[in-house]
């Protein structure tokens, strides 16, 4: 019997899909690709990075059609179906992938655990960032601006490039507008709203709590909404659940309670537009295609790709872009909920135009 190691499909310890759903065997099997290349990707966290990583799949898909992909994440879950081998980042399959040679090694993270397991695989070819002397260092040229705006500030703010942009860059690719990509699975939700339904999303994460909009205001904006005639969902995690419960009971808007990724996913694809700040909610949006009103106030607004799906709301300050975990100022108190409801109006009208 003939077995094809070399083709993509090829599983070693179980049967691959063909198999099971049509029986055949490697000898007369017409599925056979033989795999171009190993690619690999480490790309640990945070969710919303993930997620806003994916359009390189495209790329390379393109480049390297019969190409064998891995991903290795905290979160495997969120890797598309593209990728052949969504891994955990643990012990077992950090043995796997240092028993494995690869064409192409990709380290977007520079977290010091994803530089070191960079240094460790081997590869024809690495880009991205490794680790020297215990600390981040860009593999190559193509690294630099990238590891340069995580060092200086000032250098960040000054940055006009979006962070696909600078993805494709470390990888040696040209950003063309590739879209991210997500697999929404699950069956969708009934919300019994109106539309255009409104989704706001009130967290931010709990590393930059600046980012946080005060919840009497989301209560004013939902009550403008509801009033309008739009529908609102209430969109969060478990940290933001007694926060969504009090809104909801002052404003009448709906909130179905905090569910698994693959669940909230479904809740968001039933949403018209996102209100949301910077959090992985954003890139969740952006991915499923959704009208989006961002907060930003302590990024720089350049590295958001929008893709012309919304626009981006921030304080009238001049310390825009400070990248504080506390500020004295509460700059996000200055943004409005009128403001934000115009905003919601018009991005939703010129969607409609």
């Known amino acids: 019997m003939k077995i094809k190691v070399d083709c993509r499909f090829f599983k070693g310890d179980r049967p691959c899909h063909f198999h099971k759903e049509e029986g055949v065997h490697c000898e007369d099997c017409s599925y056979y690709q033989k795999m171009a290349k190993r690619i ?56 796997l992938l240092k028993s494995t040679h690869f ?30 002397m215990g600390r981040c260092v860009p593999i190559d040229e193509d690294s630099e601006a990238k590891w340069l705006t995580g060092l200086f500030d000032d250098v960040n703010r000054a940055s006009q490039k979006s962070y696909p942009q600078e993805i494709f860059e470390i990888c040696g690719l040209q950003f063309n507008g590739e879209r991210y990509i997500l697999d929404v699975t699950e069956e969708k939700w009934d919300i019994p709203e109106n539309h255009p339904l409104i989704g706001l999303n009130t967290g931010c994460g709990e590393r930059w ?20 005639g739009f529908g609102v969902l209430l969109l969060g995690g478990e940290s933001e659940d007694e926060k969504n419960r009090i809104i909801a009971k002052e404003s009448g808007a709906t909130y179905v309670g905090h569910f698994p990724l693959k669940r909230f996913f479904t809740l968001m694809d039933q949403c018209d537009l996102i209100v949301t700040a910077v959090s992985m909610a954003l890139h969740i949006a952006i991915a499923l295609e959704k009208k989006v009103v961002l907060f930003n106030n302590i990024f720089n607004r350049n590295e958001f790709e929008l893709y012309g799906l919304g626009e981006i709301i921030e304080p009238d300050v001049e310390c825009m872009g400070c990248f504080k975990r506390e500020c004295p100022k509460k700059c996000m108190d200055l943004i409005k909920p009128a403001q934000v409801f115009k905003a919601c109006q018009r991005v939703l009208n010129k969607s409609l135009a």
């Open 209 to 228: 709590s600046t980012r946080l909009w005060p919840i009497e205001n989301w209560i004013e904006l939902t009550q403008t909404l509801k009033k309008e």
């Open 40 to 95: 690999l990707f480490i790309k640990l966290g945070a969710i919303g990075d993930v997620i806003r990583t994916t359009p390189l799949l495209l790329k390379l898909k393109e480049q390297y059609p019969d190409a064998e992909i891995t991903w290795v994440t905290y979160t495997p879950e969120v890797i598309p179906s593209i990728v052949d081998n969504a891994l955990n980042f643990d012990l077992k399959n950090i043995l």
């Open 103 to 132: 064409d192409l090694l990709y380290n977007l993270d520079k977290d010091l655990e994803a530089c070191a397991l960079a240094n460790q695989l081997s590869a024809d070819v690495k880009k991205g960032f490794r680790l020297e």
